[in-house]
């Protein structure tokens, strides 16, 4: 970042990328603790995971009135009025991130009071990988590495290969057993969750490839979810071997 004559013009911009840097370790943490909280069956943590997705709020709202002051009051230009837009994008993407977390941990407070099945080991793995992009897609934020936001947005195809595959498994259960149709059909949603959040995590990537290049990405976003378009004839009649306990 350039340094500027006037030092409260950084000052302002430090604790704009330091509360957008806040805003991504709080949803991250949204997201490992509500995985947990559904692998553990935690009713206690997962309403713990989703109170504190006011604090996210709170602080997008604080990032919305820090980017408003700088556009008011200091006029940017070129790279820096990339970097502040660029970040009332990302708080924005950061926001609904905190959300889908906070879906994901209401769906585990419920799932906690039913049996268990035993697709939920496929949904820990999913959530590792948005996990991983979150994690560096912050990184190349504070970096302003495109590279690393571009690694990023190519994972995003994986993301849905994984939904795509857990989709197709819950489906499975859900017609060989009906009992299994209520606590499949929440994990359907909380699979969704996650693979939205891995949208956003490219939103993101590619947020930060116009703030530092000043131009979008070439090309289009891989994509590989097939769900909208899967029938019950696509899915496979046996249940896969499954060796893992509930």
């Given at each position: 970042m350039t340094d500027h004559t006037v030092k409260s013009y950084d000052e302002e911009l430090d604790r704009m990328t330091n509360a957008i840097l806040e805003m991504g370790g709080m949803v991250e943490q949204q997201l490992a603790g509500a995985?947990?909280?559904?692998?553990?069956?935690?009713?206690?943590?997962?309403?713990?995971?989703?109170?504190?997705?006011?604090?996210?709020?709170?602080?997008?709202?604080?990032?919305?009135?820090?980017?408003?002051?700088?556009?008011?009051?200091?006029?940017?230009?070129?790279?820096?009025?990339?970097?502040?837009?660029?970040?009332?994008?990302?708080?924005?993407?950061?926001?609904?991130?905190?959300?889908?977390?906070?879906?994901?941990?209401?769906?585990?407070?419920?799932?906690?009071?039913?049996?268990?099945?035993?697709?939920?080991?496929?949904?820990?793995?999913?959530?590792?990988?948005?996990?991983?992009?979150t994690k560096d897609v912050l990184d190349a934020y504070v970096e302003r590495d495109v590279d690393k936001a571009m690694a990023v947005w190519r994972r995003d195809e994986e993301v849905d290969e994984m939904y795509n595959s857990v989709f197709r498994e819950l489906l499975t259960y859900?017609?060989?057993?009906?009992?299994?149709?209520?606590?499949?059909?929440?994990?359907?949603?909380?699979?969704?969750?996650?693979?939205?959040?891995?949208?956003?995590?490219?939103?993101?990537?590619?947020?930060?490839?116009?703030?530092?290049k000043g131009t979008a990405v070439a090309g289009e976003r891989p994509k590989g979810d097939i769900t909208p378009f899967t029938t019950s004839s696509a899915i496979p009649v046996s249940r896969p071997t499954e060796t893992e306990g509930p």
């Open positions: 995985i947990t909280a559904l692998v553990k069956r935690d009713a206690a943590l997962a309403d713990q995971v989703r109170q504190s997705d006011q604090k996210v709020d709170a602080l997008e709202e604080e990032v919305n009135h820090l980017v408003l002051r700088l556009l008011a009051l200091r006029q940017p230009m070129a790279v820096d009025l990339r970097l502040i837009t660029a970040s009332l994008k990302i708080s924005s993407d950061l926001e609904r991130m905190g959300d889908y977390a906070a879906n994901m941990a209401k769906r585990a407070g419920a799932l906690s009071q039913i049996e268990p099945v035993r697709p939920i080991s496929a949904i820990p793995r999913l959530a590792q990988v948005t996990q991983t992009m859900m017609m060989e057993d009906p009992r299994s149709i209520t606590p499949c059909t929440h994990l359907l949603f909380i699979a969704k969750n996650i693979e939205r959040l891995g949208d956003h995590a490219t939103n993101i990537a590619e947020t930060i490839n116009f703030m530092v």
